[in-house]
Nanobody
Framework: QVQLVESGGGLVQAGGSLRLSCAASGRTISGYPMGWFRQAPGKEREFVAGISWSGGSTFYVDSVKGRSTISRNNARNTVYLQMNSLKPEDTAVYYC?????????????????WGQGTQVTVSS
């Protein structure tokens, strides 16, 4: 199976940037679609971005499109989420996920493996 560990979260001011990393171990992630989700207090887990196994296709929720970039380095077994122009509403715990059971990028229940999350806090 795959173990996922997120890092790179922290406290930033609005307009700042963060680069989240998701390091995989146990098995290569090269054959898995990957996704980033986030969950704010009192809210449901929300899809943020996804990337195909080859990295050739990417998908974003409208609220982050144009200011966030998901990428992967299969040789390093790592997935990244670069977030720019951060807003207070981006504040959440961000989770990395692997292995969607289907073709939907936004459904959390279709992913098999999950990390434990990294906190992103954006101050106004």
């Amino acid at each position: 199976q795959v173990q996922l560990v997120e890092s790179g979260g922290g406290l930033v001011q609005a307009g700042g940037s963060l680069r989240l990393s998701c390091a995989a171990s146990g098995r290569t992630i090269s054959g898995y679609p990957m996704g980033w989700f986030r969950q704010a207090p009192g809210k449901e887990r929300e899809f943020v971005a996804g990337i195909s196994w080859s990295g050739g296709s990417t998908f974003y929720v409208d609220s982050v499109k144009g200011r966030s970039t998901i990428s992967r380095n299969n040789a390093r077994n790592t997935v990244y989420l670069q977030m720019n122009s951060l807003k207070p509403e981006d504040t959440a715990v961000y989770y990395c996920a692997a292995g969607s059971r289907g073709t939907s990028w936004s459904r959390a229940d279709l992913y098999v493996y999950w990390g434990q999350g990294t906190q992103v806090t954006v101050s106004s």
